[in-house]
C-alpha cells in the first residue's frame, strides 16, 4: 500500500513539475514572441475567469440547464427500450458522454441519480414536471409510465412540399370569399343601374364623406352632410365608423352635384345592403367600395374623409391600379407628343402634364414608350429606340424626369411619328414580348392639318387593332376635325384640353373605350393587385402614426351597363372591390411549422413580391411613412442569391417544384448576417395570380418536435400569469365571429378545447404543442419564483428580467426588478418589434441563439440602447431536443441584464494575473494598452471609452481589424440592399439660376399670372401653387430609392485565439484577441504605444451603387420573365366606333361654383 502510495505520489509531482514547465515556458515564449510583451496565458486567463463567471450568472437566472434536463428527461433512453439489462445507460450531452444510473422507482418512476449528487431544485421540479405532462391522478407502473411518455414525443421531418401545398389551399379559400363578396356587390350593382332611369333633374341628399358632421355658423348640418353615427371600431384600424352605411367621396375638382355623380349616387344607394351583408357573412372583410366611372366613390363601412392642409383630397379612384386593371385589358402603348414650336409656353406645361397622367393609367401588365416629334423623332429615352419597356413604377418615374427636358422649336411632321409608333408597336407585338392584348396610340399635339389616312390604311386598316387618342391640347379648335376624324376611324376617342384642370378628366376617358370590348362579351374579370400601401387614402382617413398605412391587395371586378339599347356602346359603370391587408395572408401562415429561420412568401405573375419578411415598404423616422417613390419589389431583389432567378422564373410560370442555395440571412436591421442553407417549396394559388413558396433552412429548421399532455394540465399552466402567446400568430381565428373578437388567444383556446365554443376556428395542432410547451416550462416559474424570493441573491440587482421562448410562439418572463426599474423599457413588448415573436419572424435573441454551438450563451447589446444611458445587455442560448444537428431547436431562454453590471464582473476578471508574488505583467488598469470586449459579428460590448459602446470595432481600431481579416479571424461579407433608401441634394439649379435673372423672374410672374387667369379653377391653382413651392425649396436633402452594397463581418469559428502586429510606420504594435468560452464573445488586448491613427477605419457604411449610362440602358431593356394574364378583350366586332369623343371644357356651374373659392384662396 505505501509502495503504491509512493508511486502516485512520484507521478503526481512528475506531473506538477512537468505542468509548471509547459505554463513558464508559454510565458518566455510569448514575451519573447512579442515586441510589446502582451502575454497570450494572461489574456487567456482573463477570458477564462470573464467566460466562467458571466455562464454562470447566465446559466442560474435564465434557468437554461434546468429547462435542458427535462427535455432529456423525456428522451433519453430507458431500462427495457434494448437487449441490454444494463443499469447504467449512456446519453450523449452536449458534446461530452455522461453515464446515468437508475435505480427501481417505487412509485412506477425510474428515478434518475445524478452523478454528482442530488441537486438542490431537480428533484421536486422534476416531480412536479412529470406529473403535469401526464395530468393523471393514476400512477401506472415504471414500464407503462415509460411507454406513455415515450409515445407523447416524436420528431418528424417537415415535408416542405405537403407544407406548401397546404398552404396554398388555405390561401385559395381566403382569396375565394373575397372575390365571392365583390361578385355579389357586382350583380347587385348592375340589377340597381338596370332599374333605374337616369333624371337629369334629380335632386338627392347623400352622406359626402367630407361634409358629414360638418356645421355651418349657425350650427346646422351643412348641405350633403347631416348627423352620421360613427363608432371607434379595432377592426378598421381604430377608426370611427358607420357599420350600417356607406359614405361617397368626390374629387376635389368636381362638382358634387354634377347630375351624373347624383344619378349614380342614387341607384348605387342599392349597395348599402349588400355591403353589410357581405361583412356578416366575412367578419374578416375590411373596405368595400364602388368606384364609379363618373368619379365618385362609394365606400364601406361609412367613415369620415379629411383633406390635407391645402384643402384638397388627393384621391381620384379611376387612377388607382385596381380601377384600372380591372377596367381594361392589358395594353402596349406609345405616347406621341409634339414638340413644334406652336407647343411653346403653356401648351408644352399642360402637354406635359397629359402624358404624365396618361402614364398614371398604365399598370404593371402594360408596355410603353414615349416618344417627341417636331421635323424629327425624338425618343424621350434615347435607350430604348424601337422598343416598350414595363409600365412599373420606376420606369414611369424614369420617363417623367425626361419630360422636363422637352423644348419646343421647328415644325411637326405628324405622318414621320405616326409610321414610327405603328412599327414598334407591330414588331413588338410579333416578338410577343408585350402584352399580346390592346394597342393604343396617343396623340398629344395641339393641331394636325391633315388626316393622315394612307399611313392609317397601310398599317391599321381595316382590322383597326391599334386605337387613336389625339388630346387636342390648347383652346383652338381649327384642327379639331381632323383629329377627331383619327380617333373615329381607328375606334379611339377625341379629347380637346384646355388648361390643366381639364387633363385628369379627358384622358380617364379612353379608358372607358378600351374597356368596351370587355363590356359588350360581359366579361367579369377578376383581378388581383400587387402589394401597395395607398398613401392617400390613409391620409384622408386621418390614420395614426402608429397605424400608418399597411400593404394591401385588392380583388377588383367591373361593372357594366345591361341595358339593352346601351349594349354596343359598352359602357363601364365602375369597378367594385375590397381590400386585403396582407397581416391577414400572414395569419394563414403555420409559423411553427417553419422552424426559426423558416418563412412563407408569395409574388405576383410579374415576380413582385407580394409578402415576404424582407419586403421593406415603410420606413420609420418618428412615425410610419410610405417611401419616396415606392415601387414594387422583385423577388429577385430580395433573393438576390439566385442570379440566375431559377426560382423567380419557377413561381411566375406558376409551376411547383424545389429549389436549393446557400444565402446570408441579415437580421439586426442588417447589421448581423447568418450564413445557412435554405430548401424552397412553391407552388401557385389556383384563382389568382400568385404564387405561394416555403423556404426551409437546414439542419433543425427542417425537423418538427411533436408532444402531447392533457387537455387539463396544459390549460392550467397556459392560465399562468407569466404565460403569453405571440400576439401574431393565429391560434384561434377571433376575427371570423362577432362574438369571438372580444376574446384573447388564451381565452379562445380554453373555449374551444374544453368544447364549450365548438364553432371556433382553432388550429389543434398548433394548441396541442403550445400546451405542451406551457407543461414542460412550467417548473421554470416556480425556479424564478425561488430566486426572485431569495434576498441573497441578485443584491445588487443586475439581472433583471429572465425570459423564455418557444417553438410555438409562447413565452414566459420574470421581472427580479420593478417594473419602472427597468433600463430598458421597450424590451419584450410590442415597441420592440425585434424582440418578440412576429407574423414573420422569432425573436432576435432567438434566431440567434439558434446558431450558436449548443450549451453557449449568445450575449449583445441592443441596438436601440447601445448609446441611451441606462444601456443593457441580452444573454439568450438555445434549448435543443437531442444533442444532434437534426434535432429541433423547441426552445430559448435568456436574461436581460445591466450592461454596468456585465462591465464590472468583466473588469474584475481582468485584474487577475498569473504572478506568484501577485505582481501582474500587464493589466487593463494600464494606459499602455487598450482592452475591449467584442463580439462575433465584430461589435464593442466593453471599452474604457463609454461612447465607443455598441459601436463596430473597425470604427475604433481600423488597423487591428483589418489585421484580423488578413489573418483570417474574422471574415467580411458583402450584402446588397435593392430597397435602400439614399440621401440626394434637393437644391434646384435651375430654379437658382432664374431667380437670379430679373428678366426670368419677370417671364415667370407673367405665366403664372396667364395660367390662373387663363384656367380659373381652384384645383389647378393649388396644384401650380405646390409645384412652385417644389421648385422653390432649396438647400434640402429628399430620400430617393437607390441600390446599395454593403459589408457585415462575422468571426472565424474555428480560430479561437492569435497574436499579431501591426507596423504603424515604423512603430510595431501588438495585439491578442481570445475567445470568451461558452459565449460568442472575444476578448481583444491591444497595446497603446504606437500611433496607428493614420490608417484608415473599416466602416459598415452603404456605398451606393452607381450604373453607368450603358448600364442604365441595359437595365431599362432587360425584361425578366412574367406570366401574361390569361383574359384579353383588344376589340368586339359589335362595338360602336361612332362614340369617339368631342371636344369638352369644364362647365359652367363647375365654373361658377369655384369663383368664390379661388377668392378665398387669394386672400390667404
Known amino acids: 500500500m505505501q509502495g503504491n502510495w509512493r508511486i502516485l505520489f512520484s507521478h503526481k509531482c512528475s506531473t506538477s513539475f512537468?505542468?509548471?514547465?509547459?505554463?513558464?515556458?508559454?510565458?518566455?515564449?510569448?514575451?519573447?514572441?512579442?515586441?510589446?510583451?502582451?502575454?497570450?496565458?494572461?489574456?487567456?486567463?482573463?477570458?477564462?475567469?470573464?467566460?466562467?463567471?458571466i455562464k454562470s450568472i447566465s446559466a442560474k437566472y435564465s434557468g437554461s440547464q434546468l429547462l435542458q434536463k427535462e427535455l432529456w428527461a423525456i428522451t433519453a433512453p430507458r431500462p427495457g427500450t434494448n437487449s441490454s439489462s444494463e443499469a447504467t445507460t449512456t446519453i450523449k450531452v452536449s458534446g461530452r458522454m455522461m453515464p446515468k444510473t437508475t435505480v427501481a422507482c417505487p412509485g412506477g418512476w425510474d428515478e434518475p441519480i445524478s452523478p454528482r449528487g442530488p441537486r438542490k431544485h431537480g428533484e421536486s421540479v422534476q416531480t412536479a414536471f412529470r406529473k403535469r405532462l401526464l395530468g393523471s391522478t393514476i400512477t401506472p407502473t415504471c414500464p407503462e409510465k415509460y411507454k406513455e411518455l415515450e409515445k407523447s414525443v416524436k420528431v418528424e421531418e417537415i415535408d416542405g412540399v405537403k407544407l406548401v401545398k397546404n398552404l396554398a389551399v388555405k390561401m385559395e379559400e381566403m382569396f375565394r370569399r373575397k372575390a365571392e363578396a365583390t361578385r355579389r356587390l357586382v350583380e347587385a350593382a348592375e340589377e340597381a343601374h338596370h332599374q333605374h332611369e337616369d333624371n337629369p333633374d334629380l335632386q338627392y341628399e347623400y352622406f359626402n364623406a367630407v361634409l358629414i358632421n360638418e356645421v355651418d355658423e349657425e350650427g346646422n348640418n351643412v348641405e350633403l352632410g347631416g348627423e352620421f353615427l360613427l363608432e371607434p371600431n379595432d377592426h378598421f384600424n381604430n377608426l370611427s365608423v358607420n357599420l350600417s352605411l356607406s359614405v361617397v367621396q368626390v374629387p376635389t375638382n368636381m362638382y358634387n352635384k354634377d347630375p351624373d355623380i347624383v344619378n349614380g349616387v342614387y341607384w348605387s344607394e342599392a349597395l348599402n345592403k349588400v355591403f353589410v351583408d357581405n361583412f356578416e357573412r366575412d367578419p374578416t372583410l375590411i373596405w368595400q367600395y364602388f368606384g364609379s366611372a363618373k368619379g365618385f366613390f362609394r365606400q364601406y363601412p361609412g367613415v369620415k374623409w379629411h383633406p390635407d392642409e391645402h384643402g384638397v383630397i388627393g384621391f381620384d379612384c379611376r387612377n388607382r391600379k385596381w380601377y384600372i386593371q380591372a377596367a381594361t385589358s392589358p395594353k402596349d402603348v406609345v405616347i406621341l407628343v409634339d414638340v413644334s414650336g406652336s407647343m411653346k409656353g403653356l401648351r408644352l406645361t399642360i402637354a406635359r402634364q397629359t402624358v404624365s397622367s396618361i402614364l398614371d393609367t398604365l399598370g404593371d401588365d402594360d408596355f410603353f414608350n414615349i416618344i417627341a416629334y417636331n421635323q424629327e423623332i425624338h425618343y424621350v429615352e434615347p435607350c430604348l429606340n424601337g422598343t416598350l419597356v414595363r409600365a412599373d413604377r420606376t420606369n414611369k418615374d424614369h420617363f417623367r424626369e425626361h419630360l422636363d427636358k422637352l423644348f419646343a422649336k421647328g415644325i411637326g411632321l405628324l405622318g414621320d411619328a405616326l409610321t414610327e409608333a405603328f412599327t414598334i408597336l407591330n414588331d413588338f407585338n410579333q416578338t410577343g414580348r408585350g402584352s399580346v392584348c390592346s394597342q393604343a396610340i396617343m396623340l398629344v399635339t395641339d393641331g394636325a392639318t391633315e388626316m393622315y389616312d394612307d399611313v392609317f390604311e397601310k398599317y391599321n386598316w381595316p382590322e383597326r387593332k391599334v386605337r387613336i387618342f389625339p388630346y387636342l391640347i390648347g383652346r383652338e379648335s381649327a384642327f379639331a376635325d381632323n383629329l377627331k376624324w383619327m380617333a373615329c376611324a381607328n375606334k379611339g376617342y377625341f379629347s380637346q384640353i384646355s388648361t390643366l384642370a381639364d387633363v385628369q378628366e379627358n384622358v380617364m376617358r379612353y379608358l372607358h373605350v378600351m374597356s368596351r370590348p370587355k363590356v359588350i362579351d360581359h366579361e367579369h374579370d377578376t383581378v388581383w393587385t400587387e402589394a401597395y400601401v395607398d398613401s392617400a387614402l390613409s391620409q384622408a382617413h386621418k390614420l395614426n402614426d402608429k397605424a400608418g398605412p399597411s400593404l394591401m391587395t385588392t380583388v377588383a371586378m367591373p361593372v357594366f351597363s345591361t341595358k339593352n339599347e346601351t349594349k354596343n356602346q359598352g359602357i363601364l359603370l365602375g369597378v367594385v372591390g375590397t381590400d386585403i391587408p396582407l397581416q391577414e395572408l400572414m395569419k394563414l401562415i403555420p409559423k411553427h411549422m417553419l422552424g426559426i429561420h423558416g418563412y412563407v412568401f408569395a409574388i405576383t405573375n410579374n415576380g413582385y413580391i407580394l409578402t415576404h419578411p424582407d419586403l421593406r415598404p415603410l420606413y420609420q423616422e418618428g412615425q410610419k411613412r410610405r417611401k419616396p417613390n415606392y415601387s414594387s419589389v422583385d423577388?429577385?431583389?430580395?433573393?438576390?442569391?439566385?442570379?440566375?432567378?431559377?426560382?423567380?422564373?419557377?413561381?411566375?410560370?406558376?409551376?411547383?417544384?424545389?429549389?436549393?442555395?446557400?444565402?446570408?440571412?441579415?437580421?439586426?436591421r442588417g447589421r448581423r448576417v447568418l450564413k445557412m442553407h435554405n430548401d424552397y417549396y412553391y407552388t401557385d394559388i389556383k384563382g389568382t395570380p400568385f404564387s405561394v413558396g416555403v423556404a426551409l433552412s437546414r439542419g433543425h429548421g427542417k425537423y418538427f418536435f411533436r408532444g402531447n399532455v392533457s387537455v387539463e394540465a396544459g390549460l392550467r399552466d397556459l392560465e399562468q400569469p407569466d404565460v403569453a402567446l405571440a400576439d401574431e400568430w393565429t391560434y384561434c381565428n377571433t376575427e371570423e365571429q362577432h362574438e369571438h373578437r372580444h376574446l384573447t388567444q388564451i381565452q379562445a383556446i380554453k373555449l374551444f378545447m374544453t368544447g364549450r365554443r365548438p364553432h371556433l376556428k382553432c388550429d389543434r395542432e398548433l394548441i396541442q404543442e403550445v400546451l405542451f410547451?406551457?407543461?414542460?416550462?412550467?417548473?421554470?416559474?416556480?425556479?424564478?419564483?425561488?430566486?426572485?424570493?431569495?434576498?441573497?441573491?441578485?443584491?445588487?440587482?443586475?439581472?433583471?428580467?429572465?425570459?423564455?421562448?418557444?417553438?410555438?410562439?409562447?413565452?414566459?418572463?420574470?421581472?427580479?426588478?420593478?417594473?419602472?426599474?427597468?433600463?430598458?423599457q421597450d424590451f419584450l413588448t410590442a415597441e420592440d418589434k425585434e424582440g418578440v415573436f412576429n407574423a414573420d419572424h422569432f425573436p432576435l435573441w432567438y434566431k440567434r441563439a439558434a446558431e450558436q454551438v449548443p450549451g453557449t450563451f449568445l450575449y449583445s447589446i441592443p441596438f436601440s440602447t447601445a448609446r441611451e444611458n441606462k444601456s443593457v445587455v441580452l444573454a439568450s442560448t438555445a434549448i435543443q431536443l437531442l444533442d444532434d444537428r437534426k434535432s429541433p431547436i423547441v426552445a430559448a431562454v435568456g436574461i436581460q441584464m445591466k450592461l454596468e453590471f456585465f462591465q464590472r464582473k468583466f473588469w474584475t476578471a481582468c485584474r487577475q494575473c498569473t504572478a506568484l508574488d501577485g505582481k501582474c505583467s500587464i493589466s487593463c488598469d494600464n494606459e499602455d494598452i487598450n482592452c475591449y470586449l467584442i463580439d462575433n459579428n465584430g461589435f464593442i460590448l466593453v471599452t474604457e471609452d463609454q461612447a465607443q459602446t455598441g459601436l463596430f470595432f473597425g470604427e475604433v481600431e481600423g488597423a487591428v481589424m483589418n489585421?484580423?481579416?488578413?489573418?483570417?479571424?474574422?471574415?467580411?461579407?458583402?450584402?446588397?440592399?435593392?430597397?435602400?433608401?439614399?440621401?440626394?441634394?434637393?437644391?434646384?439649379?435651375?430654379?437658382?439660376?432664374?431667380?437670379?435673372?430679373?428678366?426670368?423672374?419677370?417671364?415667370?410672374?407673367?405665366?403664372?399670372?396667364?395660367?390662373?387667369?387663363?384656367?380659373?379653377?381652384?384645383?389647378?391653382?393649388?396644384?401650380?401653387?405646390?409645384?412652385?413651392?417644389?421648385?422653390?425649396?432649396?438647400?434640402?436633402?429628399?430620400?430617393?430609392?437607390?441600390?446599395?452594397?454593403?459589408?457585415?463581418?462575422?468571426?472565424?469559428?474555428?480560430?479561437?485565439?492569435?497574436?499579431?502586429?501591426?507596423?504603424?510606420?515604423?512603430?510595431?504594435?501588438?495585439?491578442?484577441?481570445?475567445?470568451?468560452?461558452?459565449?460568442?464573445?472575444?476578448?481583444?488586448?491591444?497595446?497603446?504605444?504606437?500611433?496607428?491613427?493614420?490608417?484608415?477605419?473599416?466602416?459598415?457604411?452603404?456605398?451606393?451603387?452607381?450604373?453607368?449610362?450603358?448600364?442604365?440602358?441595359?437595365?431599362?431593356?432587360?425584361?425578366k420573365d412574367r406570366k401574361k394574364p390569361e383574359s384579353c378583350h383588344p376589340f368586339h366586332p359589335e362595338e360602336n366606333a361612332m362614340e369617339c369623343g368631342s371636344a369638352t371644357r369644364l362647365s359652367s356651374a363647375l365654373t361658377a361654383a369655384l369663383f368664390p373659392l379661388i377668392a378665398a384662396t387669394i386672400s390667404r
Open 18 to 53: 512537468l505542468l509548471l514547465w509547459i505554463f513558464i515556458g508559454l510565458n518566455v515564449l510569448e514575451v519573447a514572441g512579442s515586441q510589446q510583451g502582451i502575454p497570450l496565458s494572461v489574456v487567456k486567463l482573463w477570458a477564462s475567469a470573464f467566460g466562467g463567471e
Open 635 to 668: 423577388l429577385s431583389e430580395v433573393e438576390w442569391e439566385d442570379k440566375d432567378d431559377i426560382l423567380r422564373n419557377a413561381m411566375v410560370n406558376r409551376r411547383t417544384g424545389t429549389f436549393s442555395m446557400e444565402v446570408m440571412k441579415t437580421v439586426d
Open 773 to 824: 410547451d406551457a407543461v414542460v416550462t412550467a417548473p421554470l416559474e416556480a425556479y424564478w419564483t425561488g430566486l426572485a424570493l431569495n434576498k441573497s441573491e441578485n443584491s445588487d440587482k443586475g439581472v433583471e428580467i429572465t425570459f423564455l421562448g418557444t417553438r410555438t410562439g409562447l413565452s414566459r418572463t420574470k421581472l427580479f426588478v420593478a417594473a419602472d426599474q427597468l433600463s430598458n
Open 963 to 1119: 489585421k484580423l481579416l488578413q489573418m483570417g479571424s474574422f471574415k467580411r461579407i458583402t450584402l446588397y440592399d435593392y430597397q435602400a433608401l439614399c440621401r440626394e441634394y434637393a437644391g434646384s439649379i435651375d430654379s437658382a439660376r432664374m431667380l437670379s435673372d430679373p428678366f426670368s423672374v419677370v417671364k415667370w410672374l407673367l405665366t403664372e399670372l396667364v395660367i390662373f387667369l387663363l384656367e380659373f379653377n381652384l384645383y389647378s391653382w393649388w396644384n401650380v401653387d405646390l409645384s412652385v413651392k417644389a421648385q422653390r425649396s432649396r438647400g434640402k436633402t429628399m430620400m430617393v430609392p437607390c441600390d446599395t452594397e454593403y459589408p457585415a463581418f462575422v468571426s472565424e469559428r474555428t480560430i479561437k485565439e492569435t497574436t499579431g502586429n501591426i507596423d504603424c510606420e515604423g512603430c510595431i504594435r501588438s495585439f491578442v484577441i481570445q475567445q470568451i468560452p461558452s459565449s460568442n464573445l472575444f476578448m481583444v488586448v491591444v497595446d497603446n504605444k504606437c500611433d496607428c491613427s493614420s490608417a484608415p477605419p473599416v466602416t459598415m457604411d452603404p456605398i451606393e451603387i452607381m450604373y453607368n449610362e450603358s448600364l442604365k440602358c441595359d437595365r431599362l431593356k432587360f425584361q
